[in-house]
């Protein structure tokens, strides 16, 4: 597996991947709007000039991260957030997903900036940041079910 930057000949699997993980994370829990707006979403972020970083495994794209600069309006100090981090199912429990993680905790340092990374608790991806990334949680989101 290998680290590439995004380039628009894979525009197609990364609408599909981001679709996947919005179904993923909220499936039937929020209305889920026509795959045209994942397109354009997708298209905001490289108009955005949001870092699109994708790993593969041989010539198949298996997940990818979405991260930038953000501070929050000025309301804090510039950190780098990982804002998206998906692997497909059929990757999971390989190195995909920690390559993609490293490569944003890598890009941070680079940077000089604090990390602002997320990770679904039922993945274990949580625990996994916590054991290779020296990050610890800041808070925690909850969210109502009926």
Do not use: C
């Amino acid at each position: 597996m290998r680290l590439i930057p995004f380039s628009l000949e894979f525009y197609e699997d990364l609408v599909d991947m981001h679709h996947k993980f919005v179904m993923e994370v909220f499936g039937d829990k929020r209305r889920i709007s026509p795959k045209y707006f994942f397109y354009k979403e997708v298209q905001k972020w490289i108009q955005e000039g949001h870092e699109i970083v994708l790993v593969v495994n041989d010539s198949e794209v298996a997940g990818y991260t979405m991260s930038y600069i953000d501070d929050y309006n000025g309301l804090t100090e510039p950190v780098y957030n990982g804002e998206i981090a998906y692997v497909k199912p059929e990757y999971r429990k390989t190195r995909a997903g920690y390559l993609l993680y490293n490569n944003v905790s890598q890009r941070a340092k680079d940077l000089n900036l604090n990390i602002m990374a997320n990770g679904r608790v039922e993945n274990m991806v949580d625990k996994m940041i916590e054991k290779h990334f020296s990050a610890e949680k800041t808070f925690i989101t909850f969210e109502r079910t009926k």
